[in-house]
């Protein structure tokens, strides 16, 4: 059996985009998948059309602030470490 992996990226690829609009997004694939099987993503170079590296990163991590320590290192670290085999 497979495990399916969900990246998170593409999500700021559009003009006008915020933590608050930007929140209920990853939140869904975070709740639906869990933090053990989801790693964050970005659409760069593209998605620096609508903002900087930076402020995303920052962006996802306040949208998932909330998120227990170990979860948000396997979200933003771990996961791409295991998936990637680095």
Not at 48 to 64: E, I, K, P
Request: hydrophobic content about 45%; some cysteine; overall charge positive.
């Amino acid at each position: 059996m497979r495990i399916i992996i969900c990246g998170t990226c593409g999500a700021v690829a559009t003009h006008g985009w915020t933590v608050g609009t930007l929140r209920p997004l990853v939140r869904v694939v975070v709740d639906l998948f869990g933090p053990r099987r989801c790693l964050f993503g970005s659409d760069f170079p593209v998605a620096g059309l609508h903002g900087s590296f930076a402020s995303h990163y920052a962006a996802m991590r306040a949208a998932l602030s909330d998120l227990a320590g170990t979860d948000q290192r396997c979200f933003f670290h771990d996961n791409a470490v295991r998936l990637y085999r680095l």
